[in-house]
């Protein structure tokens, strides 16, 4: 057989004393997409981060074309030809869609930008992904959605011999992951190599070739796709078979917590009606685009709604901030984790603390102690896996990243907890642990709204499932009559 | 072309373009002398400096830096060319004006290589070269003063050649603002301040150095600045320790006016040459009015603020969310 295009072995990586590579293996080949699949925290985004230069790794060797590669900055990586799809967004919001995809290599005559062919390219590129959109909009004002797929075309788009995707299609619709999974195939065709990251195994048994399980930081697996089912590759991510449940436990429900009249936000959503009991989950689908995040970002106050009325436990709410609704016991946990719901420059004991620092600080002032007490308090009612409540956010798996950023709104002792995409990007067993977090919470008569794309999660845990259909709602359904495909019928386009 | 016209309507730099004319045509009604053909060509030519020090203080803002240290880079180089002058009459100007370019790029570079290698905050940083070369000017000079009859003819003449009408430093204005806006839209280099500004963590994973970058915005700045120290010196033809003295707030404030942003990746040259005129006029307009020069600084701080808080106001209405995104 030919000399792999990428061999890595024996890599390793530790964050502050806490490994997160123990046993890096990996080989990529040319025309070939390889899966990388494992839960959160099992290292695959510490090994993209080391083929980016990002991180460097403690031990071990990467080679290209059978040579030794130094990858000690990204800088480094473009040069290799390696390129990576991360899983947040890297772009510049004031600049134009255009400028976003050439960034790395803008075209030249004369020694000058030539933006007729960055334009025209731009066009081009993005149609292979059927987003039809003016190359000169400014980056910021597109969709999160069409950000993602632009950011999918700048790493395509170029001469790359290797291109690593770290979970694709976590913010994309159902047709755009289609369209991204042909353009995968034509990679491929193309003689490139594919390392494909994601959740989504339906995806992975689509498209690879190859698969690699990591768990705790090794490669524990790998194999042919073609002799990989669903559960044989669960049960190499978990090391025993799991069938995802949902543990909903019926709660008393209580009085309502919640009532929205008529909501509206110009060129968002309008006449939007609904109410949330204490003890009930109400789950919120949508395809994305729908207009739910933005509803939930209006009931926190942190935009403000142009009609309609919110009462929260009997009160009406005029948020004119999130402060306004955080003091009326509203709770938000965003979707964004990285750039909205974490401080990931801080650490855990600051991150939960932010919001109650008045109630928690004595005489005034700050209270380090209290503020550290807290956290470790949450760190092991919610099981955050860490060294201490001193380490750093962004050192955390995106499951304990999660559960981190619940504790926080946990803490400030809300009556309604809103959750948008609660399980975004997190791996199968952090998952459960979520869920058996929300349905306790649900339990102990915290009012909770849940917004999600997945389909298992909203039928398995909502007690009412509200369905929105391009800024209005398109159906409501009850526990015991709703079924995928009704709720799917009435989230996609009649 | 097409993208130098899209330039032209955009509403921005349109919004500030009215904002001046009709500053201007205030200032006109009031003061017909300001309308004449002498009075716009004066200034025109007061603004001069402004534009010249606007245009490399927009290339380090665009990285999300600062560059305090301009007016004092000033005063230090035009304070050696003075003493070159001096000490050697025969050296020909030509050599003084590349003299100084060179040492305010040294300068310049200098604030870049520390902000660089040891990856500390700009702002600091030129606080504290700003205070250092204003220091030196002191010590360069022991403190005396060089007056016009210490300066060659030559010296002082070169900044007042007419070339077409125009004064050399007005010429000199405009080629660096047409120079800049064609660096900062139409070459590789320039359009990286703007990553780098705009995402420095962004830039940095495509393969693009935040500190080469900023070293070569603040080595511009730091030439233009020692440029302008010439060209002070022998306009006002005396060079001491306070020349120029506050000069670089005037120069930033000229930057935020014309829409370039503090915080980086935002900001264009066109927008830049007007912000500068706007402060020319106001400077040149506020004392037909007969205050007294107090007065007059706190009345154009007044409107310097208020214009700012305009341009952020706008801002904020285009981007609509109270919650802001946070850049990684």
Not at chain 1, 450 to 462: Q, R, T
Not at chain 2, 62 to 84: C, P
Not at chain 2, 151 to 164: A, G, K, N, S, Y
Not at chain 2, 268 to 290: E, S
Request: with cysteine; glycine share 10%; charged share 20%.
């Amino acid at each position: 057989m030919a000399t792999p295009l990428l061999r890595i072995s024996g890599v390793t990586k530790s964050f502050g004393g806490v490994p997160a590579l123990t046993q890096g293996e990996l080989t990529l080949r040319a025309g070939e997409v390889t899966a990388l699949v494992g839960e959160n925290g099992a290292g695959k985004s510490t090994l993209v981060k080391i083929l980016a230069g990002v991180h460097r790794p403690d031990a071990g060797t990467v080679e290209l074309d059978g040579r030794p590669l130094r990858v000690v900055s990204p800088r480094d990586a473009v040069r290799a030809g390696i390129s990576v799809i991360h899983q947040e967004l890297i772009a510049f919001d004031d600049l134009s869609v255009a400028e976003n995809l050439f960034a790395h290599e803008m075209p030249t005559q004369h020694g000058l930008v030539d933006w007729r062919s960055m334009r025209l390219r731009c066009t081009e590129l993005l149609a292979q992904l059927d987003l039809h959109i003016d190359p000169d909009s400014r980056f910021g004002d597109i969709s999160v959605a069409q950000r993602h797929l632009v950011q999918i075309a700048r790493a395509v788009g170029g001469q790359a011999r290797i291109v690593i995707m770290d979970e694709p299609t976590a913010a994309l619709s159902h047709h755009e992951a289609q369209r991204l999974l042909a353009t995968v195939r034509r990679l491929r065709a193309q003689g490139r190599a594919v390392l494909y990251i994601s959740h989504k195994l339906e995806e992975v048994l689509a498209i690879a070739d190859r698969y690699v399980v990591f768990r705790d930081g090794a490669a524990v697996a790998d194999g042919a796709i073609a002799e990989a089912t669903r559960e044989s590759l669960t049960r190499a991510m978990v090391g025993r078979a799991v069938n995802q449940e949902f543990p909903r436990t019926p709660a008393t429900i209580g009085a309502e917590v919640l009532l929205v009249e008529g909501l509206a936000r110009r060129g968002e959503f309008s006449g939007v009606g609904f109410s949330v009991r204490a003890g009930e989950i109400l789950g919120v689908y949508g395809l994305v685009g729908a207009g739910r995040s933005e509803i939930m970002r209006t009931l926190f106050g942190a935009k403000s709604a142009s009609e309609g009325r919110v009462v929260v436990c009997g009160r009406p709410l005029r948020a004119s901030g999130p402060y306004d609704a955080l003091r009326a016991g509203v709770a938000f946990v965003p979707e964004d984790r990285q750039n909205e719901g974490a401080l990931l420059t801080r650490s855990i004991a600051d991150n939960i603390a932010l919001p109650s620092l008045a109630r928690l600080a004595r005489l005034g002032l700050c209270s380090p102690e209290r503020e550290k007490q807290l956290a470790e308090k949450w760190v092991e009612r919610l099981q955050i896996k860490c060294t201490d409540s001193t380490q750093h956010v962004e050192n955390l798996s995106g499951g304990n990243q999660q559960k981190v950023v619940i504790a926080r709104a946990l803490e400030t002792a809300p009556r309604l907890l809103i959750l948008d995409e609660p399980t975004k990007g997190i791996d199968v067993g952090s998952k459960a642990a979520v869920y058996r977090l929300i349905d306790e919470l649900a339990q102990r008569g915290l009012a909770i709204v849940m917004v999600s794309s997945e389909l298992p999660e909203i039928l398995g845990m909502s007690d009412r499932i509200l369905v929105m259909r391009r800024g209005r709602l398109s159906g409501s359904f009850e526990r015991r009559d709703a079924s995928a495909e009704a709720v799917l019928h009435a989230a996609l386009d009649a | 072309m097409k993208s130098f016209g899209r330039d032209l309507i955009d509403s921005r730099e349109t919004g500030l373009a009215f904002f001046v004319v009709a500053t201007f045509m205030a200032a006109s009604v009031m003061f017909p002398s300001f309308a004449s053909v002498s009075g716009m060509l004066d200034t025109l030519d007061d603004t001069s400096i402004l534009m010249l020090l606007a245009v490399g203080q927009t290339l380090v803002l665009l990285t999300r830096a600062i560059d305090l240290s301009v007016a004092a880079n000033l005063a230090l180089t035009g304070m050696i060319a003075a003493l070159v002058n001096q000490a050697f009459p025969d050296v020909p100007v030509i050599v003084l004006l590349l003299m100084s370019t060179a040492i305010g790029a040294c300068l310049g570079a200098l604030n870049g290589a520390v902000i660089w290698s040891l990856g500390v905050p700009s702002i600091v940083v030129t606080l504290g070269t700003m205070a250092i070369y204003r220091g030196l000017v002191f010590v360069v000079s022991g403190g005396a003063w060089v007056t016009s009859n210490e300066m060659t003819p030559d010296f002082q003449e070169i900044v007042r050649v007419q070339l077409l009408g125009l004064s050399l430093m007005s010429w000199l204005a405009i080629a660096a603002i047409v120079l800049g806006a064609i660096f900062l839209r139409h070459t590789v280099l320039g359009r990286r301040l703007y990553l780098v500004g705009g995402n420095p963590a962004a830039a940095s994973s495509l393969g693009v150095s935040t500190g080469a970058t900023q070293f070569f915005a603040f080595t511009v700045s730091g030439a233009v600045a020692g440029l302008c120290g010439y060209l002070w010196v022998a306009r006002f033809a005396v060079a001491y320790t306070d020349v120029a003295s506050g000069f670089e707030l005037q120069v930033i404030a000229a930057c935020v006016i014309g829409g370039v942003s503090v915080a980086g990746g935002v900001g264009r040259i066109a927008g830049v040459a007007l912000g500068c005129l706007f402060l020319g006029i106001i400077k040149n307009a506020l004392p037909l009015l007969g205050l007294s020069p107090y007065w007059q600084m706190a009345v154009s701080g007044l409107i310097i603020t208020g214009a700012v808080i305009l341009n952020a106001r706008r801002d904020r209405a285009s981007h609509g969310s109270t919650l802001v995104t946070r850049q990684a």
